[in-house]
């Protein structure tokens, strides 16, 4: 099924370097022009500027592949070229895997940050996991038990990555996702200094004022929140021992309410 689903991949000529890079940039440009205030890099989950990142997936030898610097000069080369073509105050921030790394290359990680820095990103979204170890989606190797496990540690997927961020570039504006349903949780992240920004994608794509429940003084912690269950798979499906199943099954249950939301039908939370 890996095999179907993931064949085995062919390594990017320069040509094709260069023209995903033009990509990037005209798709940035176009979103200036139609009047949208800045954009968001995915650097994470596996997709393709993680791929280059990532020492596990980049085996290049040029000048893209390497060195954690080399590893990094794709992305660098995307924000270089479009701050050319857009607004002076269009923001680009960009969202980085936290999760990838390991104590051997947990410095690569920070030298990508800095990198990152240097080149003025607007904002850093700490994510993490990729669709073979779906940590973004909650999908973890431990369990927790959610009786004896602080509200907080278990909404904030990757706290303790953007805390240490935090610690190292104090004045990156940082934006944590990855877990957050509660207002209990995501004042606790704030409050630990741990970022700047909360991410809420399911809960806003469940409910589109969710922003506006955490927001309202006149609602107590206990229901200024959405608590959400993870999506149903069928009994054969659980059976496989593929994490990436479950994963897929949450981003196509949420990309289907938010379809449902583009047309004015109602949305729902997983049963």
């Known amino acids: 099924m890996s095999r179907v689903a993931f064949p085995a991949p062919r390594e990017m000529t320069r040509g094709d370097v260069e023209g995903v890079i033009r990509q990037f940039v005209d798709a940035a440009r176009l979103m200036a022009d139609a009047g949208f205030s800045g954009v968001e ?3 994470a989950h596996g997709y393709l500027i993680d791929q280059f990142l990532n020492p596990k997936t980049n085996l290049r030898t040029d000048e893209y592949g390497g060195s954690v610097e080399k590893r990094t000069k794709f992305v660098l080369d995307i924000i270089t070229e479009t701050r050319k073509v857009v607004p002076a105050n269009f923001a680009i921030g960009i969202k980085l895997n ?5 104590s051997s290359n947990f410095e690569d990680t920070m030298t990508q940050i800095k990198l990152l820095t240097e080149a003025k990103i607007d904002f850093l979204e700490v994510s993490g996991g990729s669709y073979s170890d779906p940590k973004m989606m909650g999908y973890t190797t431990t369990q927790e038990n ?3 496990t602080r509200t907080a540690a278990r909404e904030a997927f990757f706290l303790s990555f953007a805390t240490e961020t935090r610690t190292r570039f104090p004045n990156l504006i940082l934006m944590l996702t990855g877990g957050f349903r509660t207002r209990a ?3 606790d992240a704030i409050k630990q200094n741990a970022c700047d920004i909360i991410g809420i994608g399911r809960p806003a794509a ?3 004022k969710f922003p506006q429940l955490l927001l309202d003084e006149s609602l107590s912690d206990e229901e200024a929140g959405l608590p959400l269950k993870k999506v149903g798979l069928p009994w054969y499906v659980r059976i496989l021992p593929i994490k990436a ?7 196509v249950y949420y990309g289907g309410q938010i379809k449902r939301m583009g047309k004015g039908l109602a949305t729902s939370a997983p049963a």
């Open 245 to 251: 199943i479950g994963a897929g099954a949450e981003s």
């Open 206 to 208: 469940v409910n589109p």
């Open 41 to 43: 890099l995915h650097g």
């Open 98 to 102: 936290s999760a990838d790394h390991s």
């Open 146 to 148: 959610p009786q004896t």
């Open 185 to 187: 949780g995501a004042e």
